[in-house]
């Protein structure tokens, strides 16, 4: 299952990825079997807003695609797994510092394989706290992601439907 992706390499590649390292973005951590990953957002001055707090959509950024590629490590290439939906709620400015500690239980992922086990779509929620490095929460995220199992690793075939065709297009 893990031999797909191997977390030192994500990490190394996540942390050289412009999008997270021009937005200060680091992973601090990634464990072996990706169901729990540590990531720091560092206030520079390029990513402060008008207030000299974090720039919301760092603090955004800070959570995208972190569950997509937990489950792409865990769940490996026989499913197609992509971010659908997100939501952030703003708690107080993030005056420094902001970390986020993101897990995956073994419940969720039993839940995932058994709901996409005959090739339908699930559409699993997550949740992440951002905080302050005195764990002051300063945002909340939630995500939903699209988990499917690859047409080729489907128990039991499907025929093919125009809606199948559209989820390959969201």
């Known amino acids: 299952m893990f031999d797909y ?16 390292w021009g937005a200060g973005i680091k992973i601090i951590l990634i464990s072996d079997d990706f169901r729990y990953v540590r990531l720091q957002l560092k206030l520079r001055w390029w990513n402060k807003n008008a207030n000299r707090t974090q720039y919301g959509g760092s603090i ?24 659908k ?36 779509k699930y559409l699993p929620e997550f949740s992440v706290s951002v905080s302050k490095a005195n764990n002051d929460v300063v945002a909340q995220v939630t995500r939903i992601l699209y988990v499917r199992k690859k047409p080729q690793y489907r128990s039991e075939m499907m025929e093919p439907s125009s809606d199948i065709k559209m989820e390959q297009v969201e």
């Open 60 to 83: 955004f950024s800070l959570t995208d695609p972190v569950y997509s590629l937990m489950l792409m490590g865990i769940l490996g290439k026989q499913y197609f797994i992509w971010d």
């Open 85 to 120: 939906q997100a939501n952030i709620e703003f708690i107080q400015p993030g005056d420094g510092d902001l970390f986020a500690d993101f897990v995956i239980s073994e419940a969720c992922i039993a839940e995932i394989i058994a709901a996409t086990a005959e090739g339908n």
């Open 5 to 20: 992706y191997k977390p030192s390499l994500v990490k190394l590649a996540l942390n050289l990825w412009p999008p997270f």
